[in-house]
């Protein structure tokens, strides 16, 4: 069963930075593309950033230059740098296989407010 604890969210102010951690069991994570999501109130489910099993990126245009995933297959880990944060990336961030299949984690919830 595919398990996912997102950590390292918080309030912050805008500019600020945060980095977020999801660690994965239940697959073979090495050979899996990982992905973020996030969720605003009211909003849907929004993809922001992906990584392939080989470490290649791609990025949503909102998020492009501030956010970076990066990921440690010896520690079955996905992270999510985030810089330059603004209001609008408050979120509750989640973090799936690409493409996601299976449950979600709880999020990790982040707040960008001065």
């Known amino acids: 069963q595919l398990q996912f604890v997102e950590s390292g969210g918080g309030l912050v102010q805008p500019g600020g930075s945060l980095r977020l951690s999801c660690a994965a069991s239940?697959?073979?994570?090495?050979?899996?593309?990982m992905s973020w999501y996030r969720q605003a109130p009211g909003n849907q489910r929004e993809l922001v950033a992906r990584?392939?099993?080989?470490?290649?990126?791609n990025y949503s245009d909102s998020v492009k230059g501030r956010l970076t995933i990066s990921r440690d297959n010896a520690k079955n880990t996905v992270y999510l740098q985030m810089n330059s944060l603004k209001p609008e990336d408050t979120a509750v961030y989640y973090c799936?296989?690409?493409?996601?299949?299976?449950?979600w984690g709880r999020g990790t919830q982040v707040t960008v407010s001065s």
């Open positions: 799936h296989t690409w493409p996601p299949i299976g449950s």
């Open positions: 239940g697959f073979t994570f090495s050979s899996s593309a």
């Open positions: 990584i392939t099993r080989d470490g290649k990126t």
